[in-house]
């Protein structure tokens, strides 16, 4: 029987997780009231470290308001559980206790009988790190993961939460730098969108600013010309990048409208960055999971760089639209998808269900709580789908031809 839940939010802001948390307590509020709820704040930090906040009535009665906010309520932070000397190192363990035990044993003390975890794949493998360890260890708790990440990247999972928004959010973002073409003659505009092994949501934002694109009124004779607002290059790290054959067809979009517009996924030619660097002595900067940080890298420099001598750029602008995107307020898709899979949560919960929700690729695209096992990180974006192709087509890109295994 489920007396108390504990609930978490981790990893970086997707627009989903305030309006995550508040679905969640409106199902247990409308199936089961009677059941306490807590928050961990700042994810597994939080856990670590009892640090908490009790859901009351209040909030209870006002959980509806959480779903017009982005960011997070509670708070998030990187915190990989199986990395003790990261945990030491920060504080949020003593020297020679392992993170797993005393995230256990934190649960069992605050009396916790199932555990909620939002977050993207390394949120929700350490949740998987932390169930395995639970059973293992017989403790007798249930954990339930929803799948947050804006450039949709967690197999088997068909959609995650926040992803639609975030590329509506770049979107909106594009409309305003790309404004700036003409701030300058011969000007190279390179947006930046997040995505460290995926290129969806680089696509997914290029193909949302096309659409808006199609709903304005151009007037060419006085320089309001979409040739100039266009997007002229999409860039991906599935996709094989010819430097010298696209600075070819770039110059002459550059000689020809003044000016060039480029959509570049943060992951795009990272592999062939961090070499450099790393060839010329340089310390790679990572993270608690190993991941590259990527904004010491900065690969919109680098492509800035690489292409703006070849394209005769005279002003070059490289912006980022990661933060003004992860941490919007879910829109209307978003909202619907949240709202099913918080109650399916909260059902998976109460008959101690565990896994991560989601649309199950693998069987036939069913929302259902899947096996902690099979969630991964790093799901490549399929460049073969057909609006991808219509996208490139549009702007005059040749087909996109997948890269080359990283290491090679």
Not at 331 to 339: F, M
Not at 362 to 371: M, N, S, T
């Amino acid at each position: 029987m489920v007396k108390k839940v504990a609930l978490l939010t981790a990893g970086g802001f997707a627009p989903c997780l305030s309006s995550a948390v508040g679905g969640l307590i409106e199902r247990y509020t409308q199936l089961a009231p009677e059941v306490e709820i807590i928050a961990y704040r700042y994810g597994y930090q939080g856990l670590l470290q009892g640090d908490s906040l009790v859901v009351t009535d209040a909030v209870r009665e006002h959980a509806g308001r959480l779903h017009a906010f982005g960011g997070s309520p509670v708070g998030n932070s990187r915190v990989k559980l199986t990395n003790a000397a990261d945990c030491v190192k920060r504080g949020l363990v003593a020297e020679g206790v392992d993170p797993l035990q005393a995230a256990a044993d934190r649960l069992t003390e605050d009396g916790i009988d199932v555990l909620h975890t939002i977050g993207g794949d390394d949120t929700n493998t350490t949740a998987a790190d932390l169930a395995a360890f639970l059973a293992e260890h017989d403790y007798d708790l249930t954990v339930v993961g929803l799948p947050k990440t804006i450039d949709n990247d967690v197999i088997p999972i068909r959609q995650s939460l926040g992803a639609w928004t975030a590329a509506e959010q770049g979107a909106r973002f594009a409309e305003n730098v790309i404004a700036e073409h003409n701030s300058g003659s011969r000007m190279l505009i390179v947006h930046e969108v997040m995505g460290r092994s995926c290129g969806w949501l680089t696509a997914a934002t290029a193909q949302a600013y096309r659409e808006w694109l199609d709903t304005r009124a151009w007037l060419p004779e006085i320089g309001l010309d979409r040739d100039a607002w266009e997007v002229h290059g999409v860039y991906l790290p599935e996709a094989e990048l010819d430097l010298d054959t696209e600075a070819e067809r770039l110059r002459t979009v550059m000689d020809t409208v003044g000016s060039v517009n480029l959509f570049v996924s943060e992951g795009a030619g990272l592999s062939t960055i961090v070499a450099d660097l790393e060839r010329s002595g340089q310390e790679v900067a990572r993270d608690p999971f190993g991941h590259v940080k990527i904004d010491k890298v900065n690969p919109g420099q680098w492509f800035a760089g690489q292409f703006a001598e070849l394209l005769g750029a005279e002003k070059v602008l490289v912006q980022k639209s990661g933060y003004f995107s992860r941490s919007a307020a879910a829109n209307d898709a978003d909202l619907e998808l949240i709202r099913s899979m918080t109650d399916l949560a909260v059902d998976c919960a109460m008959r101690g269900e565990p896994g991560v929700i989601g649309h199950d690729e693998e069987r036939g695209d069913e929302l259902r709580a899947i096996e902690f096992e099979r969630i991964k990180g790093g799901k490549p974006f399929d460049i073969t789908t057909p609006w991808f192709g219509e996208l490139l087509s549009g702007i005059g890109q040749p087909p996109a031809q997948p890269a080359p295994p990283a290491d090679h």
